[in-house]
């Protein structure tokens, strides 16, 4: 939604898909003409393809694989039209560091089943593009936060907590600055190309919350030890995971300057002061 405010106001014509009608009927009423599409079958309106030129991925891949691509990488290809598709994929792909930095060179480690289908899927959409003639870019997208979703909305509902674990950091990304990136890639397309999209400042959550929490001028959750945190299986698969994410490429290769190149600038924008 991000990127497609902007495309609109620069008079692009926006089509998407979404998983349910409610969804589809607020789209609608922005302009969006969506299909229905809930990854177990093809959308339902597979004619929002035509004409298109450019196609964004945004959908995790399940156990049996990318959606999208199972259901719908040859009606892609077969458009004739599209010639720039981007895939959102995470910096997961990379696995566990012990606080080391990683690039876009670096090798895949997938930690956990769930990111090595985002490395499966990534290969799956490159090898396609390669085939086609179609120029496929991957987005490798740190911990998303904005208006919204961030750690500020977890405090002011008093569900935030406050995670010790030392050494242990987060690479993050303002979803505006997801949106320029992708914007960019459009603007000069690399087929092939890989991307870390993440700001200039991995951090510790503990850190970040307790910086919001001065913002808001509110005493920050106490510590607890990460032995003590009681996590989800899923919460446990991000922390197990410690790495730090260069972001070179994107500003190198892409002319990219972020808006909010560390978690201060970007929660202060959060929060509108």
């Not at 446990?236 to 560390?262: C, M, Q, S, Y």
């Amino acid at each position: 939604m991000a990127l497609s405010r902007r495309l609109d106001t620069a008079g692009w014509e926006i089509r998407g898909t979404c998983r349910d009608s409610d969804r589809q009927r607020a789209l609608g009423a922005l302009g969006i003409r969506a299909a229905g599409f809930d990854g177990t079958a093809p959308m339902d309106s597979p004619e929002v393809l035509e004409g298109a030129t450019h196609v964004l991925l945004s959908i995790p891949p399940g156990e049996d694989g990318d959606p999208a691509f199972l259901h719908h990488a040859e009606t892609i290809a077969e458009t004739g039209s599209v010639e720039w598709v981007g895939y959102l994929s995470t910096t997961g792909v990379y696995g566990n560091r012990d606080g080391g930095w990683v690039d876009e060179t670096s090798d895949l480690r997938p930690g956990s089943p769930r990111s090595q289908r985002r490395v499966d899927a990534e290969r799956a959409w490159l090898d396609w593009g390669d085939r086609n003639g179609i120029a496929t870019q991957i987005f490798r997208l740190a911990g998303i936060y904005g208006p919204g979703r961030s750690v500020a909305d977890q405090i002011k509902a008093e569900t935030a907590r406050r995670i010790s674990k030392p050494g242990h950091v987060f690479s993050r990304i303002h979803v505006e600055d997801i949106a320029t990136v992708l914007a960019a890639s459009i603007a000069n397309p690399d087929p092939g190309g890989i991307y870390n999209v993440c700001d200039d400042e991995p951090a510790a959550p503990a850190d970040v919350t307790a910086y919001v929490c001065e913002l808001l001028s509110i005493a920050p959750p106490p510590l607890i030890p990460f032995e003590d945190a009681e996590l989800s299986p899923m919460g446990k698969t991000f922390w197990a995971d410690n790495r730090r994410v260069r972001n070179d490429r994107i500003k190198k290769d892409l002319g990219v300057e972020l808006a909010f190149p560390d978690y201060r600038v970007g929660m202060r924008a959060v929060l509108g002061i």
